[in-house]
Nanobody, 127 residues
Framework: QVQLVESGGGSVQAGGSLRLSCVAYGYTYGRNCVGWFRQAPGKEREGVAL????????FYAASVKGRFTISQENALNTVYLQMRSVKPEDNGMYYC????????????????????RGQGTQVTVSS
């Protein structure tokens, strides 16, 4: 089993920055891919960023490309999401999720296929 714990959420003004952290505990081989997803009130959950932990290759949703960076620190079993130039539309609950297998083409829509998920951390962007 893999347990994921997110932190780093909070309130930030538009244009500001925030760094989210996702720490994995337990059977870390189950997290070959780690993704950040978000859900805003009244909207569907969507993929934000994904990293393949073995190759360190990242993928991003079009809405955050160039502004967000996903990275990992293997020694700490931690994946980060650096958020820059945040916008009001970045508002929402951010979740970390991990899977042993995921698709580079369809991960953004496959939250339900990630068996390991955190409880989320809230990001509030004020304009």
């Amino acid at each position: 089993q893999v347990q994921l714990v997110e932190s780093g959420g909070g309130s930030v003004q538009a244009g500001g920055s925030l760094r989210l952290s996702c720490v994995a505990y337990g059977y870390t081989y189950g997290r070959n891919c780690v993704g950040w997803f978000r859900q805003a009130p009244g909207k569907e959950r969507e993929g934000v960023a994904l990293i393949f932990t073995a190759s360190d290759i990242p993928f991003y949703a079009a809405s955050v490309k160039g502004r967000f960076t996903i990275s990992q620190e293997n020694a700490l079993n931690t994946v980060y999401l650096q958020m820059r130039s945040v916008k009001p539309e970045d508002n929402g609950m951010y979740y970390c999720a991990a899977s042993s297998v995921c698709s580079a083409e369809s991960w953004e829509r496959e939250w339900n296929l990630f068996p390991y998920r955190g409880q989320g951390t809230q990001v509030t962007v004020s304009s």
